[in-house]
C-alpha cells in the first residue's frame, strides 16, 4: 500500500508519508497519529518512522519485529541468560584432557551435569543457536538504528528557521517580550554561549550540541562490531584457542597450521621457592609444602619446508630455540604460544626383575618404555619374558581375556607377563599394587621395581585476528558513551512578528538549559524563561 504525501494547511508545504511536525513551519499535521504512536513529538523532530507508519506487507511485520525495543531487550534478556547457564557448571574446554566429557559431568555433578551435557550446555558459547541470538541482536540493532537514525538526520539537517506559533507554544522553555529591539542583545548573547545562529525574516534558529543526538547510534556501531567480531570467532582461521600436549623430548605439529610449523619440547624445568626467599611462602614451606616460582618449556621451533607436498614425510628446518613461561608466549606470524599447566602424572617406563619361587633374583632387571613396548625382554640366555597385553590405563579384564584401556596415557599401566625358560612358559597379571599369577604353580614372579615419570608441557596456542574489531568497537561503544552522556542538544526559537517570542528545546537537562538562558534573558533586561512543567506543579501544589 502507497502512503500518500502530506500537505501542511499552514504553510502549503509537502511533508514525506507520516510525518507528525511540518518540516517547513513545525505545526503538528496528524494529531491522532501523535496520541497513539509516540508522546515526545521532538524525539525525531515529528519525522515520519518506518516502524511507525507500515505494517502490511510481510516485509513490513519483519521490519516491525527487529526495531521493536521490546524485542531487542528480550533477546539481550535471552543472552545473558544463556551466557549465566554456561558459567553453571565449566565449559568442555576446562576438563581435563583425555577424559570422555559424559562421564566427567555426571560423575563430578551428578545428574544435573548429565543433563547438562545432553542439553549442549558444555559447549554453549560455540553453539549455533548462542550464535543466531547474537545474529539476532546484531540485526535488532542495525534495523532499530536506520529506522530512527535516518530521519532524525534529515529532519535535523532540513530545519527551517521559520516556526508556526502552535510550535511556540507546545515546546517547555519559552519566553516573551513586548519589545522586538531586544532581540539583537539576546542572539549576541547566546552566540558567546556557542549556539550557532541562522536568521530568516526576522526570526533566528540558535543551536548546539547537535552531535549529542547522534550519540546512541554511534553506540549501536560499536556494539555492531563488537557482535560482529565476537560472531566471526566462529569462522576458520579468525580465531584459535588449541592445547598442545607435548611430552619432553618430542615433536608435535602446531594444531591448526596445517603441517607447516612444529615445536619440540627440548626440557620442562619447574623451580620451586626456597626457604628465605620470601615472607609470604615461609608457612607454605614450614607445613613442607612447595611453592611454585615458574615452570617453563624450552623450545626449539621448526618449520617443514615439504608442508605444500601432498603425502610428503615432514621435513622439519629449526628456525628459532626459546623458552615459554607463564605469562611470557613464545610469537611467530599471527600465533602465539602460551606455557599453560604440565602434566606430571604419566610414567616415562616401568623397571621389573624376575625372581624365583626362593625369592631370588634371576638375571639381569628390563625396563619397559610405556610409550613403544618391546614384545620381549631376554633375562638369560634359556629365560626370557614376552609381553603378551598391555594396558596403559587398567580399567578391567574383558570376558576374553583383552586387558581393557580407560585412556591411552600411562596412568594405571598393566601387563601380562609370559615366562619361558625354553621348555615351559607360565603367565601372570601384573598391576602397579598387584600380580595374580594366571597359570598355576608358577616358577617364576616378575616384581615390579621402580618407574620413571614422564612430564609433560601443556601449552596454548591462540591467535585472534577479531580483536582489532573488537577494540575498535569498544573504543566507538565508549566515544558514543560520552557524546550521549555529556554532550546536550540545544535549540532556541526566536520571532519578532509581535513582540519577541523565544522558545527552546533540549534532549536532557532542562535544568542547565535553564540557567544558562536566565543568564542571557537577564543580561538583556528580560524576564526570566517559563517552564510549563513548574507551572503544571505550581497549579496543582494550589489545587
Known amino acids: 500500500m502507497k502512503l500518500n504525501d502530506i500537505r501542511c494547511e499552514s504553510c502549503g508545504h509537502v511533508n514525506p508519508p507520516g510525518t507528525q511536525l511540518c518540516q517547513s513551519c513545525g505545526k503538528m499535521i496528524d494529531n491522532d497519529y501523535d496520541k497513539d504512536k509516540i508522546k515526545d513529538l521532538m524525539r525525531y523532530d515529528g519525522s515520519a518512522v518506518r516502524s511507525k507508519t507500515r505494517s502490511k506487507s510481510i516485509f513490513d511485520k519483519i521490519w516491525i519485529f527487529f526495531t521493536s525495543i521490546k524485542v ?11 551466557a549465566a547457564i554456561g558459567t553453571i557448571f565449566p565449559q568442555e574446554y576446562f576438563i581435563p584432557m583425555g577424559v570422555d566429557p559424559a562421564e566427567h559431568y555426571q560423575e563430578n ?30 540485526l535488532s540493532i542495525i534495523a532499530a538504528s536506520i529506522d530512527r537514525g535516518i530521519p532524525l538526520f534529515k529532519s535535523l539537517r532540513n530545519q527551517r528557521v521559520k516556526k508556526h506559533s502552535t510550535f511556540f507554544r507546545r515546546q517547555r522553555l519559552s519566553a516573551m517580550d513586548e519589545d522586538a529591539g531586544k532581540v539583537d542583545k539576546l542572539v549576541d548573547g547566546l552566540a558567546k554561549k556557542r549556539y550557532k545562529v541562522r536568521e530568516e525574516d526576522g526570526n533566528y534558529l540558535l543551536e548546539k550540541g547537535r552531535l549529542s543526538r547522534y550519540g546512541p547510534y554511534i553506540n549501536h556501531t560499536g556494539l555492531i562490531l563488537l557482535l560482529l567480531g565476537s560472531m566471526l570467532r566462529f569462522f576458520p582461521g579468525m580465531y584459535v584457542d588449541e592445547i598442545l600436549y607435548i611430552n619432553e623430548g618430542e615433536t608435535e605439529e602446531i594444531p591448526t597450521t596445517d603441517g607447516q610449523y612444529y615445536i619440540k619440547n627440548e626440557k620442562f624445568t619447574i623451580d620451586t621457592y626456597e626457604k628465605g626467599d620470601g615472607e609470604v611462602f615461609q608457612k607454605a614451606l614450614a607445613e613442607g609444602s612447595s611453592a611454585i616460582s615458574n615452570f617453563q618449556t624450552d623450545i626449539t621451533f621448526y618449520e617443514n619446508e615439504s608442508a605444500d607436498i601432498v603425502g610428503s614425510a615432514p621435513d622439519l628446518k629449526a628456525i628459532d630455540e626459546s623458552s615459554i613461561q607463564v605469562n611470557h608466549p613464545y610469537r611467530f606470524d599471527s600465533y602465539e604460544v602460551y606455557q599453560s599447566s604440565y ?30 613396548p ?15 597385553a598391555y594396558s596403559p590405563d587398567f580399567l578391567e579384564v574383558a570376558e576374553n581375556g583383552t586387558l581393557i584401556s580407560e585412556t591411552p596415557v600411562p596412568r594405571n599401566p598393566a601387563f601380562v607377563f609370559e615366562v619361558t625358560d625354553g621348555n615351559d612358559s607360565e603367565l601372570s597379571l601384573l598391576q602397579i599394587m598387584n600380580s595374580t599369577d594366571i597359570t598355576e604353580d608358577n616358577e617364576y614372579s616378575v616384581r615390579f621395581v621402580g618407574a620413571e615419570e614422564h612430564i609433560a608441557s601443556v601449552l596454548t596456542v591462540k591467535k585472534d585476528h577479531t580483536i582489532p574489531l573488537i577494540a575498535t568497537g569498544f573504543v566507538i561503544f565508549l566515544i558514543g558513551l560520552a557524546i550521549g552522556s555529556y554532550i546536550n542538544h540545544r535549540r532556541i526559537w526566536i520571532k519578532t512578528d509581535d513582540g519577541l517570542l523565544m522558545a527552546a528545546h533540549t534532549n536532557k537537562n532542562y535544568f542547565g538549559m535553564k540557567k544558562e538562558l536566565n543568564e542571557v534573558l537577564a543580561s538583556s533586561g528580560m524576564e526570566p524563561v517559563s517552564d510549563k512543567l513548574d507551572v503544571a506543579q505550581t497549579d496543582k501544589d494550589e489545587e
Open 72 to 82: 531487542g531487550v528480550s533477546i539481550i534478556l535471552a543472552i545473558a541468560i544463556a
Open 109 to 138: 555433578y551428578g545428574s544435573l551435569g548429565y543433563l547438562y551435557y545432553s542439553l549442549g550446555f558444555h559447549n554453549l558459547y560455540s553453539s549455533w543457536w548462542f550464535l543466531v541470538l547474537n545474529g539476532m541482536l546484531a
Open 343 to 372: 602434566d606430571n602424572s604419566q610414567m616415562k617406563s616401568m623397571t621389573f626383575k624376575l625372581e624365583d619361587s626362593s625369592g631370588k633374583t634371576v638375571g639381569d632387571n628390563f625396563t619397559v618404555n610405556l610409550k613403544n
Open 374 to 388: 618391546e614384545s620381549t625382554f631376554p633375562i638369560t640366555e634359556d629365560i626370557n619374558v614376552n609381553m603378551r
